[in-house]
């Protein structure tokens, strides 16, 4: 059973630094794309960052220049380094993996990041 546990959220001041991960655990398949989404209260979840396998990368716009994705393969982990917060970053963040044959996609249970100005 693929399982994905997210940490490294919690409580920081504007202008602050976080680092959050997501691991895989369960995993039997090649995973593609590795994506870290947000939601903020009463607001869609919305992609922050993605890499593929190949290590190619997109972002938000919102965090273009402070987020940084990045992944362990040998580890089936993602990272997410989050510079110079805002209170407007403050979201539950969630991880998710697609797998490379099927395009499935697994979800793990969300990490609190909030930034207080």
């Known amino acids: 059973q693929v399982q994905l546990v997210e940490s490294g959220g919690g409580l920081v001041q504007a202008g602050g630094s976080l680092r959050l991960s997501c691991a895989a655990s369960?995993?039997?398949?090649?995973?593609?794309?590795m994506e870290w989404y947000r939601q903020a209260p009463g607001k869609q979840r919305e992609l922050v960052a993605g890499?593929?396998?190949?290590?190619?990368?997109n972002y938000a716009d919102s965090v273009k220049g402070r987020f940084t994705i990045s992944r362990d393969n040998a580890k089936n982990t993602a990272y997410l380094q989050m510079n110079s917060l805002q209170p407007e970053d403050t979201a539950v963040y969630y991880c998710?993996?697609?797998?490379?044959?099927?395009?499935?996609?697994?979800w793990g249970q969300g990490t609190q990041v909030t930034v207080s100005s």
């Open positions: 369960g995993v039997s398949f090649s995973i593609n794309r």
């Open positions: 890499i593929t396998n190949g290590g190619s990368t």
């Open positions: 998710k993996i697609v797998r490379l044959a099927t395009a499935r996609a697994y």
